[in-house]
């Protein structure tokens, strides 16, 4: 038999060559140390010396300086790629480590879960098959099991990490709908129940439940939001009755979705109430938990969540209250089995014969395929930290909530809407007699005015139609005095608006 010959592999071009050395490989590790360590070096920089959260940069201003950059004609060199950077993005980044960055649930981040990242990026492990991941799919499995266990989930839990909360939400509303058409036996069954299927929320539940029930092909009117106390937490009886009303308009109810820490106000639904209903109806139990997971790790009010551990499947965000970058996330079910309806088998990746050899993938119970190794940040920051520090944390901002709660609801220039079990104030600055009328349009003002001088940035939203101002603390670094100076900043904001516009009323103009 003869041996064949291949033939002579002529050497790379010097184009090649160079781009060669722009991979990660055995023979450009100082290249990578480099390039890392410049990029590391800038946001040093920057996070050591930024003085507010943002310099309000339009987007009339920033687009012309992204447009004008030529993706065609590369720079070559990653220290020129990086002070083009500073120009189109680090200089007018927002900051969420700043003190007085109040608005949205970003957080500070932990420097382990960043070490994570880098680790993560550089490997670039996949986590939809063993085969692609190794040790990386054993360590996302011991962090699921202990999220899980935090919960109390019990030993047939399971779940998988996400991109975010909405996906977790999707994911848990696809089980629902599953578990929810087993008896819908043939296609006619299922095309038949589909439109009937609803699912109840409240008021102050996330849209991600929405788009979910739109993605999973529900009526239109498949979510039904159930009203909610004066501290914006779903009332179990009118979750009962309206439980009842469906059933006797032919309706299936395939999910309740508790929420525990609405985006807005902090709130906590009634858990153990909402999971004695759905035991008894017989209903899947989702809670959301995206907001208020960082009670999981508290040391002082892991109480909040009681009645968490009786839910069907529920949402974590560790991008939120666990300190991690985004995207950090997972979907957790009381009952492994639920995760079937995520499982699709391809024969060059998962082919069923490895369920039998015992091979462990994650892309069975995923909706993504090829995914990120997120879950190194969690368990770096878990070794490093551990969940006490963690939970500290949080309780450091729900603390500092409560005193801005408190300061906000002292000062007669504000008026403030019901006192968050987590870390968010929902305000607004209130005119006084007939200038009141111009409340909302001061509110929408000040938080305009805030967000162009870069000083301080906030939310807003709108309660029963009027527009409020919300803080949303995430970071422990932010101080009374911080949240002191920034009401001041609205007040002035919003009360030169009204000066300006009840002058505007009462002076004839020329
Ligand atoms: C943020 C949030 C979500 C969505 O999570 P993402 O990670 O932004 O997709 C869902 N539910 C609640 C209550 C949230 O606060």
Redesign the pocket.
Known sequence: MTVPTYPVESAPSPASSAARAQLLHGGSVEQYRRTIADGVERVARRVATVDRPGTGVTPAELAPLVDRVDLDRPLGDAGAALDELENVYLRDAVWFHHPRYLAH?NCPVAIPALLGEAVLTAVNSSLDTWDQSAGATLIERRLIDWTAERIGLGPSADGVFTS????S?LQALLLAREEACADAVGPAARAELLPRLRVLTSTAG?F?VQKSAKLLGLAPDAVLAVPTDARRRIDPDAVRAEIVRCRQAGLVVMAVVG?A???DFGSIDPLADLAGICAAAGVWLHV?A??GCGLLVSPTRRHLLDGIERADSV?V?F??SFFQPV?S?ALVVRDRRALRHATYHADYLNPARMVEQRIPNQVDKSLQTTRRFDALKLWLTLRVMGPDALGTLFDDVVDRAADAWRAVSQDPRFEVVTRSELSTVVFRYLPTGPDRELADAANLHAREALAASGLAAVAGTRVDGRHFLKFTLLNPATTVDDVGFVLDLVATHAGRYVHDHTAALTCPVG
């Open positions: 649930l975010g909360g909405s996906q939400n996330h991600s929420t820490g609405t985006t959301d995206a907001y949402t965000d991008h939120k995207s996330s």
